[in-house]
């Protein structure tokens, strides 16, 4: 999977693992319910990841550092185009095309039904509920991207981890 100048793989046990302690030590200070829709995700720039084995459903888990916001057990994953979106938009983009080629967008929503903890950033400020995907492939191996807000569109942009990915916020 690519960005591969931020790419980690591991074990998908030492994955979760150390996604659950960073959970539980979440601190929300100040935190609030979701107010509103805060999408997250691949879709703004037609983005995706490539090399993940997508034979089945992919794991994908979305946290808020800071924040006890997380996905939960919600998919966050698309792996073929058309198929229900699993948070965020009607249906999956066309971007991943077919289960097995290897292509997936992460396609989620703060304010979808379901969702874990509070809301990352009700304010909608930079630096704020800064959002990081985890995403495991069918073979085990991962990759953990992070992402801040963009403010002007109101969006965490996955494609902003992108190596390509220019005028991304800190």
């Known amino acids: 999977m690519f960005p591969t100048h931020r790419r980690v793989t591991a074990s998908r046990s030492a994955l ?21 829709s805060l999408y997250f995700g691949h879709g703004q720039y037609f983005g995706f990841l490539t090399n993940c084995v997508d034979t089945y459903q992919v794991s994908g888990l979305a946290y808020a550092l800071g924040s006890d916001a997380t996905s939960g057990t ?20 066309s971007q991943t095309e077919l289960y097995g080629d290897g292509k997936i967008t992460i396609d989620g929503n703060w304010g979808a039904s379901g969702v874990e903890g509070m809301c990352p950033n009700p304010s909608l400020q930079a630096g704020v509920g800064r959002n990081v995907f985890v995403v495991i492939g069918n073979n085990g191996k ?3 991207i992070s992402v801040g807000v963009d403010v002007l569109l109101g969006q965490y942009i996955a494609e902003y981890a992108h ?8």
């Open 16 to 36: 979760i693992g150390a996604i659950s302690v960073l959970i539980l030590n979440a601190s929300p200070a100040g935190a609030q319910p979701f107010p509103f």
């Open 74 to 93: 919600r998919n966050i994953i698309c792996e073929a185009v058309n198929e229900p979106a699993p948070m965020g938009s009607a249906t999956c983009p």
């Open 142 to 144: 991962g990759v953990i």
């Open 163 to 170: 190596l390509a990915a220019t005028g991304a916020p800190d």
